[in-house]
């Protein structure tokens, strides 16, 4: 083995080792890892600025910026309080609403945002029926996981996939919609059979949730209006992507900027939104990948990959769902997939090309978003939404949630197996 | 002009060993904002404000503003069962720290700590060279003052 090579290797372990441990802040360990890449000779300045995917990077900080100032209107209270009385109070009805509810903005917002949205609500509903969150909790938290998959703009994996493979937002509903759709009903219908048939509460309690008045979560109609219209734009430029020719960072920051522009939110406020974390964890991890990838590692990782599945491509499709859902369950999937993309590109050449290795995108996709349903730290709307009702005083024990969730993020990757079989193979 | 030139000086107070619920009646019955929490020597050790109470009533989730606005919702029947149990406790449990100057301190100080944007402070509490209690500046004392001219 060269000696780059090993130091490369060397950095890349400390810094899953280092993000595993949890001790620092992520953004904080990739930055350093990348630091020491170059400092180390690696790579250069201009390599670790090549490695960065700009497009990745703009397409997150602009729907940050846009979902900044619509959560601002109230717009996200009005439809999750809409859909509990649609239901008229009743208790299974509202967990299946607002999983659903959960499920669709996640596939629009990032997955974070929309549980930071839905669980205070939901504790409030909760309150105000006096009964248990934490099933409605658990069911939020895998909807948003599994909603979340289904769109190029739901979870971060689809982003970088996406930009990292030139795939459009409707490449991604597409491809995805169906093994989604299937995973969020044969999921309810679990729910519903174990625990959703037996929720039941008295007549004044669903009286007390018809008394809610989802009106009044509406607080600026004309910021409202504008919010609408940008966001409508802003889809509209995603579905018309592939003939506009524009990429997914163009659509987003130019729909940020005109968001900004015709609303006259205070822009402190509204950057103070950005998750700046997660972007400096991101360009950090696209440079200790560069790293490993110049060194050579990525290119041994990939004919070892090769070697196992023997390289026929439904054995590597299902190597890679799997694998990438028991590992997105432990650890975070964001330095996975940012691991794997330069990998699957280079086994593309050897498996026939990039057309030909689509189905391994899919499963990649697939893995790494619902994976992160497998334990508490799967995903950051787990923790995310566990700290809120933490705070309240409901603890979401990692043990009680891995017992109910594990199983069902099986059976979404055994869903995905199919589908992936059938679809592609 | 200092602290001492604008405080007042009578001001009601409760000692440990003090409910919730006496310290609430006493509150609602001299009609302020704040009770402070002396020891038998009047030294200050907190403080017992109505903003506070409410605070520590409410869900996590809305006084923290992860909900901001409940406009929407009607009453939380959570509310009253939870002031139920926090009225049985002692004031020394449910106080909070309370903004304590000496009473030497130019009214220019006094004026930033009520200013600051952030900080939300109601009244501060004035207290000599051994930590105790002496009198108690609300914004409008200094507003009093700077209409008289000084």
Same mark, same amino acid.
């Given at each position: 083995m060269k000696t780059e090579l090993l130091i490369a290797t060397g950095v890349f372990i400390g810094v899953y080792i280092m993000l595993i441990w949890d001790r620092f802040n992520r953004a904080v360990v990739a930055l350093l890892g990348a630091s020491i890449m170059i400092f180390l000779g690696i790579i250069n300045q201009e390599q670790a600025i090549e490695g960065v995917d700009f497009n990745t990077i703009g397409l997150l900080v602009g729907m940050m910026v846009i979902v900044a100032v619509c959560r601002e209107t109230g717009i996200f209270q009005y439809v999750a309080i809409k859909a509990a009385k649609l239901v008229k109070g009743d208790p299974w009805g509202i967990m299946f609403m607002l999983a659903w509810v959960t499920a669709v903005f996640s596939a629009f917002l990032d997955n974070v945002t929309t549980v930071l949205l839905i669980v205070p609500l939901t504790l409030l509903i909760t309150e105000e029926m006096e009964i248990s969150p934490y099933p409605f909790l658990v069911v939020e938290i895998i909807s948003s996981n599994i909603g979340g998959t289904a769109t190029l703009i739901g979870d971060p994996p689809n982003i970088m996939i996406g930009s990292a493979v030139g795939l459009t937002f409707m490449d991604f509903v597409r491809n995805l919609i169906i093994p989604v759709l299937l995973v969020m009903v044969v999921t309810l219908f679990i729910i519903y059979v174990f625990h959703g048939r037996k929720m039941k509460v008295d007549e004044s309690v669903r009286e007390r949730i018809m008394?809610?008045? %989802?009106? %009044?979560?509406?607080?600026d109609s004309n910021l409202l209006k504008k919010s609408l219209f940008v966001l409508a734009i802003v889809i509209l430029g995603f579905v018309l992507q592939h003939r506009l020719h524009l990429e997914a960072a163009t659509i987003a920051l130019s729909g940020a900027a005109l968001l900004l522009l015709i609303t006259d939110n205070d822009i402190h406020e509204t950057f103070a939104h950005v998750e700046w974390t997660t972007i400096f964890f991101f360009t950090g991890l696209f440079v200790v990948v560069k790293g490993i990838e110049e060194a050579g590692l990525i290119d041994r990782m990939a004919r070892w990959l090769m070697e196992w599945t023997g390289g026929d491509l439904f054995t590597t499709a299902v190597s890679i769902l799997w694998g990438s859902a028991i590992l997105s369950a432990f650890v975070d999937n964001i330095p996975f997939v940012a691991t794997m993309i330069p990998l699957l590109k280079k086994m593309g050449v050897e498996l026939g090309g990039t057309d030909a290795i689509m189905p391994l995108w899919w499963a990649l996709s697939l893995g790494a978003c619902l994976g992160g349903n497998g334990t508490l730290i799967g995903a950051s709307a787990n923790v995310v939404a566990a700290g809120i009702a933490e705070r309240e005083g409901y603890r979401v024990g990692f043990k009680e949630f891995l017992m109910v969730a594990f199983p069902l993020m099986i059976i979404s990757i055994i869903i995905s197996t199919f589908y992936v079989y059938v679809w592609y193979f | 002009m200092k602290a001492s030139d604008i405080m007042t000086r009578d001001v009601t107070t409760v000692r440990p060993g003090t409910s919730l619920r006496e310290a609430c009646e006493i509150l609602c019955r001299a009609g302020v904002r704040q009770v402070p929490v002396v020891d038998d020597s009047g030294k200050i050790l907190g403080v017992l404000t109505a903003r506070h109470i409410l605070s520590l009533i409410l869900p996590r989730y809305i006084s923290e503003g992860q909900l901001k606005d409940v406009a929407f919702a009607p009453d939380l029947p959570l509310m009253y069962q939870r002031f139920e149990n926090l009225a049985k406790k002692d004031v020394v449990e449910v106080m909070e720290e309370s903004v304590v100057i000496r009473d030497t301190i130019s009214v220019l100080e006094v004026a930033t700590i009520f200013a600051h944007e952030r900080r939300h402070v109601e009244a501060i509490l004035v207290a000599d060279g051994d930590g105790r209690l002496v009198g108690i500046i609300a914004p409008h004392d200094v507003v009093r003052m700077l209409k008289r001219g000084g």
């Open positions: 008394s809610f008045d %989802e009106r %009044e979560a509406l607080k | -």
